[in-house]
């Protein structure tokens, strides 16, 4: 007999159309945590621009991989999938459906699917490489390879800290990730069973909640939170500092441009943004696509809860 597969509850769809408010209802109705599949969540102080759950909203629910990195340190696919996989087992060990809440595409499709990525071997022999330069050579040489890569980094590093130095080094080296052509799913072996919840919107409609949430984010201060996180010694060139709403707001606060442009630059990139998201779930038939437009919050609530308990006792009997 073959080996059941363990369980995973997916919640996925583009940016600004709800998911946090319908997480929080199904965490507390199943009784389980939220893991964060958004990749800019996981980086400290970095808030309002990511649209990070509030404090009284992650007291209602524990999350996890949420303010767990500094700015500078880079985040990947392959660690978004190792993690996860190390929380749904804990989390199903305790007896509660791991419940994943997020909308970056690649890293769900990875996970879901059980692709095979080589970043991070090749990142600890690049790693590695770089140390042995810095033994024959010194510490110069890296910030001279590093000044010649990404100049605002290695004015920003000086030629002291080599990890750091290796590290900006390693960013821009492996910044662009891309997915395997081969998955376990594509072999037969998905790596869980796994019930998959997408919410969509009408675009005319998602795009006015984009444009609308993008105003709302000026208004509670993001550009004091950009401000104050620069102030801290965060660079422009820091890998959160290049999302969405950060990298724009940033050259506001730079005079580069004024403030309605860089509201209106955020929207424009959100709405891209949202437009990518929707690309790689395409990707992915085995979402099973809810219209938040159609119903009303309670009554979509309950469809859905509806749909997994049943996915629960079809487990269940299985067992």
Same mark, same amino acid.
């Given at each position: 007999?073959?080996?059941?597969?363990?369980?995973?509850?997916?919640?996925?769809?583009?940016?600004?159309?709800?998911?946090?408010?319908?997480?929080?209802?199904?965490?507390?109705?199943?009784?389980?945590?939220?893991?964060?599949?958004?990749?800019?969540?996981?980086?400290?102080?970095?808030?309002?621009?990511?649209?990070?759950?509030?404090?009284?909203?992650?007291? #209602?629910? $524990?999350? +996890? /991989?949420?303010?767990?990195?500094? @700015?500078?340190?880079?985040?990947?696919?392959? &660690?978004f999938v190792t993690c996860v996989s190390e929380l749904a087992a804990a989390q199903t060990a305790a007896g509660r459906i791991p419940f994943v809440v997020g909308g970056t595409g690649l890293y769900?499709?990875?996970?879901?699917?059980?692709?095979?990525?080589?970043?991070?071997?090749?990142?600890?022999?690049?790693?590695?490489?770089?140390?042995?330069?810095?033994?024959?050579?010194?510490?110069?040489?890296?910030?001279?390879?590093?000044?010649?890569?990404?100049?605002?980094?290695?004015?920003?590093?000086?030629?002291?800290?080599?990890?750091?130095?290796?590290?900006?080094?390693?960013?821009?080296?492996?910044?662009?990730?891309?997915?395997?052509?081969?998955?376990?799913?594509?072999?037969?072996?998905?790596?869980?069973?796994?019930?998959?919840?997408?919410?969509? #919107?009408? $675009?005319? +409609? /998602?795009?006015?909640?984009?444009? @609308?949430?993008?105003?709302?984010?000026?208004? &509670?201060?993001?550009?004091?939170?950009?401000?104050?996180?620069?102030?801290?010694?965060?660079?422009?060139?820091?890998?959160?500092?290049?999302?969405?709403?950060?990298?724009?707001?940033?050259?506001y606060l730079a005079g580069e441009m004024c403030c309605l442009d860089a509201v209106a630059a955020i929207q424009t990139a959100t709405r891209h943004f949202?437009?990518?998201?929707?690309?790689?779930?395409?990707?992915?038939?085995?979402?099973?696509?809810?219209?938040?437009?159609?119903?009303?919050?309670?009554?979509?609530?309950?469809?859905?809860?509806?749909?997994?308990?049943?996915?629960?006792?079809?487990?269940?009997?299985?067992?």
């Amino acid at each position: 007999m073959a080996e059941k597969k363990p369980p995973l509850l997916v919640l996925l769809g583009p940016t600004a159309v709800g998911k946090t408010a319908l997480s929080l209802s199904l965490a507390e109705a199943l009784g389980t945590d939220i893991i964060s599949g958004d990749s800019m969540l996981v980086y400290r102080g970095f808030d309002i621009g990511s649209a990070k759950p509030s404090p009284a909203e992650q007291a #209602r629910v $524990r999350h +996890h /991989l949420v303010d767990v990195l500094d @700015a500078d340190a880079s985040f990947s696919v392959t &660690a978004f999938v190792t993690c996860v996989s190390e929380l749904a087992a804990a989390q199903t060990a305790a007896g509660r459906i791991p419940f994943v809440v997020g909308g970056t595409g690649l890293y769900l499709k990875a996970l879901l699917e059980g692709y095979d990525f080589n970043e991070t071997g090749a990142h600890i022999c690049f790693r590695r490489a770089m140390e042995g330069v810095a033994e024959r050579r010194g510490n110069i040489r890296i910030h001279a390879l590093l000044a010649r890569r990404d100049p605002a980094a290695a004015q920003r590093l000086g030629g002291h800290n080599l990890r750091r130095m290796i590290r900006a080094l390693e960013v821009v080296r492996y910044g662009g990730e891309h997915i395997s052509r081969e998955s376990a799913m594509q072999a037969g072996r998905a790596p869980y069973d796994a019930f998959v919840i997408g919410l969509h #919107r009408e $675009r005319a +409609h /998602l795009y006015a909640r984009i444009n @609308a949430r993008v105003e709302a984010m000026f208004a &509670a201060g993001l550009a004091d939170e950009v401000a104050a996180l620069m102030a801290c010694g965060i660079g422009r060139d820091a890998p959160a500092m290049k999302g969405i709403g950060y990298k724009e707001t940033a050259a506001y606060l730079a005079g580069e441009m004024c403030c309605l442009d860089a509201v209106a630059a955020i929207q424009t990139a959100t709405r891209h943004f949202a437009k990518r998201q929707m690309t790689w779930y395409r990707k992915m038939p085995y979402i099973r696509w809810y219209d938040a437009d159609g119903a009303d919050e309670a009554d979509l609530l309950h469809q859905i809860l509806t749909d997994v308990r049943v996915w629960q006792e079809k487990r269940e009997r299985s067992a």
